[in-house]
């Protein structure tokens, strides 16, 4: 009828071990869901920026983070000389650059 003390402690101690990994399942379907709703399409959007700002070239126009609208005048390394009027051209960082309105198609060589 009466239950020693050591014998509860031992009944309870066992079960512990599953229900313990029971508790971090919803903190990794959580987690599981943070990456697949937040972390993953930010990466990929981050990798298409990196991508665009890799490809400019000169002649294209593109639309900084400031509004800016312009036409690549020449590009270095990590800046780009933009030409937003006639005769008036501004130095950016490349990484400035939100979208490219238009791309300049290369010159097919007459044969």
């Not at 020693?4 to 009944?11: E, K, L, N």
């Not at 000389?81 to 950016?92: F, P, S």
Request: charged residues 20%; hydrophobic residues 50%; without cysteine.
């Amino acid at each position: 009828m009466f239950v020693t003390p050591a014998y509860a402690q031992a009944t309870a101690a066992a079960p512990g071990a599953g229900a313990a990994f029971a508790q971090f399942i919803p903190l990794i379907l959580i987690f599981a869901i943070m990456y697949f709703l937040m972390i993953r399409p930010q990466q990929k959007r981050a990798k298409q920026h990196r991508e665009m700002v890799a490809a400019l070239k000169k002649g294209d126009q593109i639309v900084t983070q400031g509004g800016i609208i312009g036409k690549v005048a020449s590009v270095r390394d990590d800046e780009l000389e933009v030409e937003i009027a006639n005769g008036v051209r501004v130095r950016v960082v490349r990484g400035t650059v939100a979208q490219v309105v238009s791309r300049t198609e290369p010159v097919a060589a007459n044969a």
